[in-house]
């Protein structure tokens, strides 16, 4: 038995669905969906469950992490009720539901918060820097440091807790008792996923999306390395001086191109962007950009003189790092893939 | 009586002659007395043969035609009309059918099919020989027509008879005009209200002085028939003078001690003995309603136009049309019928429709404030296990419309809405997307699995295993539950049995063919229109008003009427008044007259439409038809069973 809560509709209309009440329930959309099958029928039950507002359902699902967003269910649907901007506005409200603090759920429904949570990191790295006395090889110095301190609290902090009760609403909560042998097993689909998103190529769109997507993952993971491991900015190798380069350049290269799409918005999956989907974009574009600068004027021998574009890649470095992948987009990356491993696992 | 005789055989392209030798019927059938001329022809429909057969008659002063073709259900009309441009009577026409019962029948046997066709021929040339000239029955029609039910679709077919030149007596009997649409709000698509709708055409017709409008009025009884129907009708006074005070008419009904269920507002509020019926009341002045009256006389020591000297009357009117305009009732549910009665919450949608309108601001029902609101649907139609299989049309689109119209109304209010599949056709479908947009829920069972209702401690809770759901039980626990009641038969149809009006399986009044004749009865000179018939909205009913309109202004226009000559007829000489036809009768058609001592049976020509069932149970065998008497079947008989 199950009780109807119609103030979901309220709610989830808060992270970007609108309309999928106008849905009548004639399935066109799972009919064309093509990732759609028997045991994985979505999107339809998905926006019959929001309309209910059957919040342990949707909880204790996948299948907003199965859609890959080709768009066909919307430019199908008979009544514009954007079936496919549903399941996108599901896995932002989940997002915001793993998260154990509560912040994603605040940045998505609020872009004041946002905004006030984007100025508060700019604010507090100028306040370091001036404490500093704008000292550029201190500032560089910590700057590196914090970008390895940033990934492990983070991981620990944020997302491996949020991995935690992502698990146990998909595994625990139903009680499905899964033996310890098949999780190592089953962490070749993990990886699988994580590194190819190969589950897009299912989809009937082009598949030059995919491979765009492709290019930006190792690209961001590259520069990522790169700064990180490599210490790109101090480094003296050639090897990594041009690896880092080609990276920065696939990065604002690839986000151009996102870019240009969402403004284009001639394809479903791109008309309908909320301010997270522009930030994660542009924020990964600035990054590039400024990662590439800092290099470039660090080789022209004009960096000394020119603080203020490291402080600038600093910023945006940290509120990438603080804000947008603990509580923001970049976790798609990891519950995608946790998804297909789970649902590897609850298959099993 | 020496007939001149033509005779066409035809071969319906290969249809007939593939399987039955035409030659051969035309060589036998040619020695048949009183035969002139006997023909084979390919097609006999063609326009070049039905020329043929005019100028044939014309030149051989032929006094009688058979045709030997298909069934006369495809083409009795055509060569009656042949005959008719030859100047021949065309009841002088008769009709072989050698194809469905000839050559399609027996295509296994062209021996046979050909000796059963040539039997065929002979008895139509048995009764072509004894056929007679008939002209066709000629009655006065009085122009002017009853339309019984001054509803929404009585009214609009009265003011398009009297645009029409046609005088109209408008009957209507409760004592305000508007049935049903009068107890409406706001209307889907117009947005006009019922109350706009009614004062529209009550104003157009109080204007007009063809049309007599009586109220309280009810038809007793009918003698006549088409043309000249005789209705008596008893009218009950108001007991109110034409000219009161209103303030005193205030007092009167402040001082009445008789409160009863206020019927307008579906019993869910009350009202005294003498009321007003607001918000429609037309005409404009209140009414006692004397069943329940005490006569305590209180009012009258208050208000002087109390008038209890006013005295029922009988008036008699005298049309050639009556049209049935009466309407229907709401579908009343069975005690505990999805909770009905069980709890003071479950209401009906007409109800649900009254309170929505009572209230302003807030909607408080029963000092309750109403949020959550279930509606089950099909409450009454569609009915798996009852009377009721029909759909009733307007409630699911009435339902919604209700709904959204609460929401407008009204803050903070969800929909639940308990479905069989939602029906709103048409135009209406908007309403459907506009009510979805508008967050209403929508759950669907089937027939087998209705939603189920629970009333604990008052408390109403709705559980369906919804079908949008995967068939997952889904619970709702409403303030208000709304039963989605459906169209039944006025329960006081009395009317019906005045003019013996046949109703269908339904009990709605049947009409004689549902597309092609959509507002005639079987009853000549009765139309019928509206929610009478059958479940219709608004537009619906008036658009088979004026279709009825029409239809009884086709049978008074003239001020005569055209009838088929095909009808019984009475030997007086052997007649002795048994009144065993009278019985046999389905249509009221014999009556018994004196003939000096004698008493005969006497046929009505404008009611008899010829059926022959007055015939085999007269023991005297007094009564023939006319065309089909014993004569001309024994004939026809004689010479089907004649050897070849």
């Known amino acids: 038995m199950a009780a109807v809560n119609t103030a979901f509709s309220r709610e989830l209309s808060k992270f970007g669905a609108f309309d999928f009440n106008a849905c009548y329930n004639c399935g066109n959309c799972t009919a064309v969906c093509s990732l759609s099958n028997e045991t994985d029928s979505f999107p339809r039950e998905m926006i019959r469950f929001s309309v209910l507002g059957l919040e342990d359902d949707i909880k204790g699902s996948l299948k907003p992490w199965l859609c890959y967003y080709c768009g066909e269910c919307t430019t199908h649907c008979p009544q514009q009720a954007e079936p496919g901007e549903l399941m996108m506005s599901l896995r932002r409200w989940l997002t915001s539901v793993y998260d154990w603090t509560g912040l994603s759920g605040l940045l998505y429904r609020s872009l004041t918060a946002t905004v006030a949570a984007m100025t508060a990191v700019a604010l507090g790295v100028l306040a370091y820097a001036f404490h500093e006395d704008l000292h550029l090889e201190k500032i560089m110095h910590t700057g590196h440091l914090f970008e390895m301190v940033a990934i492990a609290a983070v991981f620990s902090v944020i997302l491996l807790p949020n991995l935690v009760r992502m698990w146990y609403f998909i ?104 301010p997270s989907d522009w930030m994660f974009v542009v924020w990964l574009f600035l990054m590039g950009i400024s990662a590439f600068a800092v290099r470039l004027f660090s080789d022209l021998g004009i960096l000394e003189s020119n603080t203020w574009l490291y402080l600038t890649h600093l910023i945006i470095l940290a509120q990438w790092a603080l804000v947008i992948v603990p509580f923001g987009k970049w976790t798609h990356f990891l519950y995608r893939s946790f998804a297909m491993y789970f649902d590897k696992l609850k298959k099993s | 009586m020496n007939k001149r005789l033509g005779v066409y055989i035809c071969h319906c392209g290969g249809n007939i002659s593939d399987y039955v030798d035409v030659e051969k019927v035309k060589e036998s059938i040619e020695g048949e007395e009183g035969v002139f001329l006997a023909k084979t022809t390919m097609f006999a429909c063609s326009d070049a043969t039905q020329k043929e057969m005019v100028e044939d008659i014309r030149n051989n002063n032929l006094d009688g035609l058979v045709v030997a073709s298909c069934s006369p259900k ?35 046997d062209k021996a046979g099919a050909t000796a059963k066709a040539i039997q065929l021929v002979r008895s139509a040339v048995a009764k072509v020989r004894l056929a007679r000239s008939l002209d066709p029955i000629i009655i006065p029609s009085k122009k002017a027509v009853a339309v019984i039910g001054a509803g929404v679709a009585g009214m609009r077919a009265a003011i398009e008879l009297s645009d029409m030149g046609c005088p109209v007596t408008l009957i209507e009997r409760e004592h305000f005009v508007g049935g049903r649409t009068s107890q409406w709000d706001i209307l889907f698509t117009t947005n006009q209200t019922g109350k706009e709708l009614v004062t529209k ?9 063809n049309i007599t409008l009586i109220t309280g009025a009810e ?126 919450f479950a209401v009906t949608l007409p109800q649900f429709k009254r309170i929505t309108d009572l209230n302003e601001g807030r909607l408080v029902y029963k000092g309750k404030e109403i949020r959550n609101i279930a509606y089950i649907y099909c409450v009454g139609s569609r009915q798996s296990e ?74 109403i809770s709705v559980s369906i295993n919804d079908i949008m759901t995967g068939g997952r039980e889904i619970t709702v626990e409403p303030d208000l539950l709304v039963l989605v009641t459906g169209m039944v038969p006025r329960s006081d149809n009395s009317v019906a049995s005045i003019f013996k009006l046949p109703k269908g399986r339904d009990r709605f009044f049947n009409e004689i063919h549902m597309k092609l004749r959509p507002v005639e009865t079987v009853i000549d000179g009765i139309t019928i229109c509206g929610a009478c018939q059958g479940p219709k909205n608004i537009t619906e009913s008036v658009n088979s008003a004026l279709s009825a309109a029409a239809k009884s202004f086709s049978f008074v226009n003239k001020g005569q009427l055209a009838l088929e000559p095909i009808i019984a007829e009475v030997d007086k000489e052997t007649c002795n008044w048994c009144g065993k036809c009278q019985e046999a009768c389905p249509f009221d058609a014999v009556k018994m007259v004196k003939e000096g001592e004698k008493e005969v049976a006497v046929i009505n020509n404008s009611v008899c439409k010829g059926c022959g069932m007055c015939l085999p149970v007269c023991p005297v065998n007094a009564i023939d038809l006319i065309a089909f008497s014993d004569n001309e079947i024994e004939n026809m008989i004689d010479a089907l069973s004649s050897n070849i």
């Open chain 1, 171 to 274: 595994i625990l909560k139903p009680g499905l008792r899964i033996p310890v042998k098949k999780y190592i097993t089953s962490l070749a689909d993990l990886f699988i996923h994580m590194f190819t998103q190969k589950r897009t190529l299912g989809c009937d769109d082009s598949q030059v999306r995919w491979f765009e997507h492709l290019v930006l993952v190792f690209g961001y993971l590259g520069l990522l390395f790169t700064t990180v491991f490599l210490d790109w900015f101090s480094s003296d190798s050639a090897f990594v001086i041009t690896l880092g380069y080609v990276v920065s350049i696939i990065i604002f290269t690839v986000t151009i191109i996102f870019v240009g799409e969402r403004i284009a918005r001639k394809r479903e999956m791109n008309s309908k962007s909320q």
């Open chain 2, 386 to 459: 009852g009377d009721n299989n029909y759909c009733s049309r307007y409630c699911c689109t009435s339902a919604i419309h209700a709904s959204l119209e609460a929401k407008r109304k009204f803050s903070n209010i969800s929909n639940f809405h308990f479905t069989r599949g939602v029906r709103t056709y048409g135009k209406q479908e908007l309403l459907y997307a506009e009510s979805l947009r508008m967050g209403d829920i929508y759950f669907q069972a089937y027939e087998e699995n209705p939603p189920s209702v629970d009333v604990n401690n008052g408390e």
């Open chain 2, 201 to 209: 055409l009550y104003n157009d017709i109080a204007g007009r002085d």
């Open chain 2, 219 to 344: 038809v007793i009884s009918n003698t006549g028939s088409i043309g000249d129907f005789v209705l008596k009708i008893r009218v009950t006074p108001r007991y109110i003078m034409d000219k009161c005070d209103e303030n005193n008419l205030a007092k009167a009904i402040e001082v009445c001690p008789v409160v009863v269920p206020d019927n307008f507002n579906f019993t869910i509020t009350s009202r005294k003995a003498i009321y007003h019926n607001f918000p429609s009341e037309y005409p404009h002045y209140p009414v006692i309603d004397i069943e329940n009256c005490t006569r305590c006389g209180e009012c009258e020591k208050v208000c002087k136009s109390v008038d209890f000297s006013q005295q029922e009357q009988i008036v008699e009117v005298n049309v050639g049309s009556v049209m049935m305009a009466t309407g229907f009732d709401p579908y009343t549910p069975g005690e505990g019928e999805f909770g009905y009665k069980l709890s003071d």
């Open chain 2, 74 to 108: 495809l083409h009795l009309l055509t060569f009656r009309a042949v005959s008719e441009r030859a100047l021949l009577n065309k009841y002088n026409y008769v009709h072989a059918n050698i194809r469905e019962q000839g050559s399609w029948a027996h295509s296994d």
